[in-house]
């Protein structure tokens, strides 16, 4: 069955340093998600992204944040400057359609900023 | 904006015996989806089951099944013959007009042998 992968698993950073966190969304997935859960918290949106742009970001998606599809497979988060309290799982999805679709989530990629 | 609460931290239940997991959201839309995803150790976000807003009839997947009750604004999660497997925390999750999904805080199951 197809799926959601993410690497790296683990990525440990020094604060202040650019980190990219890469994924590979289902083939024939059309949207693809970025979401972060900071240890013992809620699961949070980041963004969603269609035909090559930001369909929909939430307030913690700032300057800082950027999100790419490089190729026809890869799916990529940016962090320019990454902060202490940017340290959480970060996971990516995909789906189909849009409204209402199940969104398959991949196994996370744990941040630590240092 | 929607919300979503799970008043339930943790929830502990006896191998073989059922448990529910409660969910209540606050929205003014009459169309919506509703997802139950279940996150083992592993914490990779597995879906276990979803319902449209529309539809009266309630969701099921194997042992899992969900009583929505749509004027109460909630959807609570049974899982019938609970296994070991089970053990993980459980998200409840909102999806309406736009891409995003609104989480729960989440519910600790424990199951024991």
């Known amino acids: 069955e197809p799926e959601v992968t993410q690497t790296p698993s683990h990525q440990v950073t020094q604060m202040g340093q650019e980190v990219i966190l890469r994924c590979v969304p289902i083939?024939?997935?059309?949207?693809f998600y970025w979401y972060r859960q900071i240890l013992g918290q809620k699961v949070e949106f980041l963004v969603s992204?269609?035909?090559?742009?930001?369909?929909?970001k939430s307030e913690i998606f700032d300057d800082q944040f950027s999100v790419e599809r490089p190729d026809g497979s890869n799916f990529t988060l940016k962090i320019r400057s990454t902060k202490l309290e940017d340290s959480a799982m970060y996971f990516c999805?995909?789906?189909?359609?849009?409204?209402?679709?199940?969104?398959?989530f991949g196994p996370g990629t744990r941040l630590t900023v240092l | 904006a929607q919300t979503v609460t799970q008043s339930q931290p943790e929830m502990s239940v006896q191998e073989a015996e059922t448990v529910t997991l409660s969910c209540t959201y606050d929205?003014?839309?009459?169309?919506?989806?509703l997802f139950w995803y279940k996150q083992p150790p592993s914490r990779q976000m597995i879906l276990v089951i979803r319902?449209?807003?529309?539809?009266?009839q309630n969701a099921t997947e194997n042992r899992f099944s969900v009583n929505f009750q749509k004027a109460a604004k909630s959807f609570s999660l049974k899982i019938s013959d609970s296994q070991l497997g089970d053990a993980a925390m459980y998200f409840c999750?909102?999806?309406?007009?736009?891409?995003?999904?609104?989480f729960g805080g989440g519910t600790r199951l424990m199951v024991k042998p």
């Open positions: 999750a909102y999806n309406n007009a736009g891409n995003m999904l609104t």
């Open positions: 083939s024939n997935h059309l949207y």
């Open positions: 319902q449209e807003a529309y539809k009266q």
């Open positions: 992204f269609y035909n090559n742009e930001i369909s929909e």
């Open positions: 929205t003014s839309e009459s169309d919506y989806y």
């Open positions: 999805a995909s789906s189909v359609w849009n409204v209402g679709d199940t969104q398959y």
